[in-house]
């Protein structure tokens, strides 16, 4: 796309012959016979440069820069100053009020095709600089935040192992052996935790990287709906919650990212069960369509609040909701989820209101 440049002056003859050159040069070029003219277009087109005229009847260039140079949508652009006059104490002032040159009348054009040329490559080059700038100081800040969870996340469950580890062996010999596998049971229900934690901070690594597998392969969902309810009804028989799975559609092995697929399911049927009350129900359904799968969670949880739902997909989010078993939550884990789907062009939305349940759906393209 062409820069844009916008040249006000009240000069006929100047405008012209700038406008002329401009235009074979390849600018896209607009022009304003007068300052209040020249601002109302500057308002229009946020072009890339300026070319202003300084002596103007009714608003003259230095009016027209202060009034630019306080606008921090348009403080950016750089304005070049047309001049007739050879007079320091105005271009110091043009300079002082934010002008990046001047380019003396009579206008030689191979002149003010280089400053023209030179001026919106440094331009573009500062904005690059600053984007760098501000994607540093993103990264900077990222890194301190997942420095501060990690620290968090894992203080509590080091501190549980280190203090039940020295118990059993200040009492292993004096102590009922169902007393000492209660403590090691806490050994092991932390380093689990310590160790989903780790394992979500390598997903989310693996995602930001793009070094995430996004080969499909032929896979049968009902296949993958019993793996699970094997994977988790010893989880779930604990708090006796009921888990159920219902496939419709196509019983044919689908093309998917299988992968993806497990990794969504595991997260969101492994929340559905840690922020249950005893004794509920979680139902995993999946359609299976021509084109895309989609696959619901409904759990009859504690449900999310309205601030919950603003913030439910974002990484190191902690929602009002809590755990109901003493299991570990990092906030990680819908970030991920909707980060997989994202990956794959597929999505993800909740359904809830507070004290009623959840219901997540997801759906994912099916490949021919």
């Known amino acids: 796309m062409a820069e844009k440049i916008i040249i006000i002056d009240d000069c006929a003859f100047t405008l012209k012959h700038l406008e002329t050159a401009l235009i074979y040069a390849g600018y896209d070029v607009y022009s304003a016979r007068s300052g209040r003219e020249g601002q109302r277009l500057i308002a229009e087109q946020s072009p890339n440069l300026i070319l202003l005229d300084v002596l103007m009847p009714d608003v003259d260039g230095f009016q027209v820069i202060e009034t630019l140079k306080a606008d921090a949508a348009f403080s950016a652009i750089p304005v070049i100053f047309l001049t007739g006059q050879n007079d320091t104490g105005d271009e110091v002032r043009g300079f002082d009020l934010g002008a990046v040159d001047y380019i003396l009348k009579p206008v030689k054009i191979d002149v003010a095709l280089a400053r023209i040329a030179f001026h919106l490559k440094f331009q573009a080059l500062k904005t690059e600089q600053e984007e760098s700038i501000r994607q540093l100081e993103k990264l900077n800040r990222d890194k301190n935040e997942i420095l501060g969870f990690v620290a968090h996340d894992l203080k509590n469950p080091l501190y549980s192992i280190n203090g039940f580890a020295r118990i059993v062996q200040e009492r292993l010999h004096d102590t009922p052996a169902d007393v000492i596998m209660g403590y090691l049971q806490v050994i092991e229900n932390a380093s689990q935790q310590m160790t989903v934690?780790?394992?979500?901070?390598?997903?989310?690594?693996?995602?930001?990287?793009?070094?995430?597998?996004?080969?499909?392969?032929?896979?049968?969902?009902?296949?993958?709906?019993?793996?699970?309810a094997n994977t988790y009804?010893?989880?779930?028989?604990?708090?006796?919650?009921?888990?159920?799975?219902?496939?419709?559609?196509?019983?044919?092995?689908?093309?998917?990212?299988?992968?993806?697929?497990?990794?969504?399911?595991?997260?969101?049927?492994?929340?559905?069960?840690?922020?249950?009350?005893?004794?509920?129900?979680?139902?995993?359904?999946?359609?299976i369509g021509k084109y895309r799968l989609v696959c619901k969670v409904e759990d009859e949880g504690p449900g999310f609040t309205a601030v919950d739902k603003d913030s439910l997909f974002g990484k190191f989010k902690r929602l009002s909701a809590r755990p109901t078993g003493d299991e570990g939550s990092n906030g990680l884990g819908l970030y991920i989820v909707k980060s997989l789907l994202d990956k794959i062009g597929g999505s993800i939305a909740c359904e809830s209101e507070p004290g009623h349940g959840a219901t997540f759906t997801f759906d994912m393209p099916i490949e021919e």
């Open 233 to 287: 009804a010893d989880r779930a028989d604990r708090k006796g919650i009921e888990l159920d799975y219902d496939v419709t559609g196509s019983g044919n092995p689908t093309l998917i990212n299988r992968l993806i697929f497990e990794q969504v399911l595991d997260n969101l049927v492994s929340n559905a069960i840690k922020f249950s009350p005893p004794c509920k129900r979680v139902v995993v359904r999946a359609d």
């Open 197 to 228: 934690f780790i394992d979500e901070l390598l997903d989310v690594q693996a995602i930001e990287s793009d070094s995430l597998s996004l080969d499909t392969e032929l896979v049968l969902v009902s296949e993958i709906f019993e793996s699970l």
